[in-house]
């Protein structure tokens, strides 16, 4: 079955640290850009953090400086270790597989998602 699951989620103070972590099972994602999602209640989900296939990042402006998007190609993974966590940051966090290598489009295999919520 092909799936990325998410984990990682959960409840922290502000100025905390959390790491996401994206496994993917019965699909390889060391040829594709990867991207972490996050969509808070009543938002559109919005791209937070993309790595291109040879590694490269991309950053929205709202978590530059505090979030860092990694791979493991060898263990079919890709993290979000995230700091100085803000209350704004709550909100449920998805990984996508993209279609291609060096594009942030996000392709259509989505993971279920990881709850993130900071407490001020």
């Known amino acids: 079955q092909v799936k990325l699951v998410e984990s990682g989620g959960g409840l922290v103070q502000a100025g905390g640290s959390l790491r996401l972590s994206c496994a993917a099972s019965?699909?390889?994602?060391?040829?594709?850009?990867m991207g972490w999602y996050r969509q808070a209640p009543g938002k559109q989900r919005e791209l937070v953090a993309g790595i291109t296939r040879s590694g490269s990042t991309n950053y929205a402006d709202s978590v530059k400086g505090r979030f860092t998007i990694s791979r493991d190609n060898n263990v079919n993974t890709v993290y979000l270790q995230m700091n100085s966590l803000k209350p704004e940051d709550t909100a449920v966090y998805y990984c996508?597989?993209?279609?291609?290598?060096?594009?942030?489009?996000?392709?259509?295999?989505w993971g279920q998602g990881t709850q993130v919520t900071v407490s001020s």
């Open positions: 996508n597989k993209g279609n291609s290598a060096y594009s942030f489009v996000p392709g259509g295999l």
């Open positions: 019965g699909t390889s994602i060391s040829i594709n850009a």
